[in-house]
């Protein structure tokens, strides 16, 4: 069973006073939170810790990205106009909203049909556009778009990706950091 780490865990076996310790580890492979993978993580984190739900650890191997202590299934999906590699402008917004089987460990496998498993997306959107000031930790920088999966289902049926376009005339509730643990729970899903 895993436990969380503290970052001062030191790697084993090795023979030197001053070892490299967790802590280094992150550093040095998820510093750039403007990565996509990082970014994804980070607004995973990012709406767990408004419905006060990140003290655990985050579960790569669920069907959905996060449950509410009443029960509520969240998929998080991000997206900003500013990455971590050179552009010549902004990158076009758009999120990922493919159905996909759940992942079974005995057997280890994939299985039942295609579907969103999720009784909510969150869509966390990093609107910042200025590469000098853009700040993945300044949750001002970022916008929340909570939309039901019914409503998803209902209208795009088995499409794979959404436009920030397409999103805002689903018209979804959209909120700030402070006002996102309330607006998932008044949610009709």
Known sequence: MQRKKTGAENFRGIKVRSGPKVLDFWQWGFSDLLTNTMRSVLAEFIVASALGIQDGLRDPWLEYDLITDDGIKIEVKS????QSWPQDKPSPISFSIAKAKRWAFRPTRLEGKLKRHADIYVFCLLEHKDRKSIDPLNIDQWKFFV???GVINKKLGGQKHLSIGRL????PAITSYKELASTIRACNY
């Open 168 to 171: 805002l005339k689903l018209n």
């Open 147 to 149: 939309l039901p999966t």
């Open 79 to 82: 997206a900003a106009y500013v």
